[in-house]
């Protein structure tokens, strides 16, 4: 009801604008996950080794780390409208490229390009959203960029599952799909304002003001608001000559780094990529597999509105360590239920229906709002850059490396079935290690201001 009453507070300047950028969340989700469906018929018409399909799914990874990286010159340059444009282009022309290959190297560009479109998306649009709230709706409005990252998920899942059975070349169907989105999203963004900030940045002070008083229906004092945006400018440009490395910031970099680390290492990404290839080794159809997936990515969505309503109760600390042993109980009996074959059925799908609700009520939320709270004002934008850098390197290389384990121990599917069990009891064993690492340093931030935060990291 809160969340609700909030959104009611908005003028539609502000929601045409907040809902366009959160679009750019929905192609995220969307974009990464559709590639599950498309897996089991891709490796059948490409013939794709182990290492291959490791490609196929990775390479929109290393595109999203790429992304990740450079968008910030550019975004600094043209300003967050001109460059979200050209980036629902790519996403249209991924899709497009995708559904059109006839040769796995050109999917895969097509999946890199994408990639990089998503990496920017995740850098340009919560930034964005931040930037043109009022600061009573920051908090609810920049949340709705990870909402509309799951929904996307689910949407994708939802597209797999009624586009499984219209021929062999299903997937190139569920990959032209992704076209739709990226059309919206472009459109949407020619009702969109610049950012009030990148204008003050530009030195077009009269046209901060305009927008700043559009967003806000005349309700702050734009004068102040102008002053505390150019202050703000002045601190982050004397961040950037900080040794972040060095004292007092090194131990406080770390800790980001390590928890975007074990957020991937929970094994999330294997889950949402490979669920229905994972379902299938289990045993299960093609149709059963899709259904399943749709129900984890059901799941992921219901969790993560139960997250965002219970974070500022709860504590982001309590509900990561909570998430963590349930996710390493879960991952541990799911890999000894494969090797055993003691927990078989619909057993193995009630525990992945399980390490979803734990993820999506701990690390799906908690650990953006951690990133974002937990480093000292002239170093937030590096330090949570270098967290979500880490995040993108863990989960490339875990989505790679997946199908060659599994593969590793044959082809038949009682081969593949223990290679995926050792996989997850390994993932069960690094969340466990995860859990004792994040108790020992994360410290709670819930009910403090940034610069208690601040105080409490450096000393």
Same mark, same amino acid.
């Given at each position: 009801?809160?969340?609700?009453?909030?959104?009611?507070?908005?003028?539609?300047?502000?929601?045409?604008?907040?809902?366009?950028?959160?679009?750019?969340?929905?192609?995220?989700?969307?974009?990464?996950?559709?590639?599950?469906?498309?897996? *089991?018929?891709?490796?059948?018409? @490409?013939?794709? $080794?182990?290492?291959?399909?490791?490609? !196929?799914?990775? &390479? #929109?990874? %290393?595109?999203?780390?790429?992304?990740?990286?450079?968008?910030?010159?550019?975004?600094?340059?043209?300003?967050?409208?001109?460059?979200?444009? *050209?980036?629902?282009?790519?996403? @249209?022309?991924? $899709?497009?490229?995708?559904?059109?290959? !006839?040769?796995? &190297? #050109?999917? %895969?560009?097509?999946?890199?390009?994408?990639?990089?479109?998503?990496?920017?998306?995740?850098v340009i649009c919560p930034v964005y959203i931040s930037e043109i709230s009022p600061p009573k709706l920051r908090g609810v409005l920049t949340s709705t960029f990870q909402l509309a990252v799951v929904i996307g998920i689910l949407l994708s899942l939802v597209s797999n599952y009624l586009l499984l059975n219209i021929g062999d070349q299903n997937w190139r169907w569920m990959l032209y799909s992704g076209a739709l989105p990226a059309i919206a999203f472009f459109m949407m963004l020619l009702l969109i304002r610049e950012s009030p900030r990148w204008l003050v940045k530009k030195g077009r002070i009269e046209e901060a003001k305009k927008i700043i008083e559009e967003l806000s229906s005349h309700e702050i004092n734009t004068e102040q608001t102008i002053f505390e945006i150019q202050e703000s400018i002045q601190l982050e440009n004397k961040g950037k000559h900080i040794e972040v490395f060095k004292e007092p910031y090194r131990k406080i970099i770390f800790i980001g780094i390590f928890a975007g680390i074990f957020s991937q290492l929970t094994g999330i990404g294997v889950v949402f990529y490979y669920s229905s290839q994972i379902f299938s080794i289990a045993g299960f159809s093609a149709d059963s597999s899709m259904a399943q997936s749709v129900i984890l990515g059901a799941t992921n969505l219901l969790f993560t509105l139960i997250a965002m309503s219970v974070i500022d109760k709860i504590g982001r600390k309590k509900l990561l360590l909570f998430g963590q042993l349930g996710m390493m109980t879960v991952l541990f009996l799911f890999g000894y239920g494969l090797l055993s074959e003691n927990i078989t059925g619909y057993w193995l799908v009630g525990l992945l229906v399980a390490f979803i609700a734990f993820f999506a009520a701990s690390q799906g939320v908690v650990i953006w709002v951690l990133l974002a709270e937990m480093f000292p004002n002239i170093i937030r934008s590096r330090g949570a850059s270098l967290g979500s850098f880490s995040n993108w390197v863990v989960s490339a290389s875990l989505n790679f490396l997946f199908p060659i384990?599994?593969?590793?121990?044959?082809?038949?599917?009682?081969?593949?079935?223990?290679?995926?069990?050792?996989?997850?009891?390994?993932?069960?064993?690094?969340?466990?290690?995860?859990?004792?690492?994040?108790?020992?340093?994360?410290?709670?931030?819930?009910?403090?201001?940034?610069?208690?935060?601040?105080?409490?990291?450096?000393?």
């Open positions: 009801m809160r969340i609700k009453t909030k959104f009611k507070q908005m003028n539609n300047v502000l929601l045409k604008c907040t809902l366009a950028a959160a679009l750019g969340g929905l192609l995220f989700g969307y974009d990464t996950v559709i590639i599950n469906g498309a897996m *089991l018929n891709l490796v059948k018409y @490409f013939q794709l $080794s182990p290492s291959l399909q490791g490609w !196929t799914v990775s &390479s #929109a990874l %290393i595109g999203c780390i790429i992304g990740t990286i450079v968008i910030g010159k550019p975004g600094d340059i043209y300003g967050a409208k001109r460059l979200l444009q *050209l980036l629902s282009i790519i996403f @249209f022309a991924s $899709s497009v490229g995708c559904g059109l290959s !006839t040769h796995i &190297s #050109a999917f %895969i560009f097509s999946r890199f390009i994408g990639g990089l479109a998503i990496g920017g998306a995740s384990v599994v593969g590793f121990f044959g082809t038949t599917q009682t081969a593949q079935q223990m290679g995926m069990g050792f996989a997850f009891l390994f993932l069960a064993i690094v969340t466990f290690l995860g859990f004792i690492y994040l108790k020992k340093n994360i410290i709670e931030t819930k009910g403090k201001t940034l610069e208690q935060i601040e105080k409490e990291v450096l000393c």
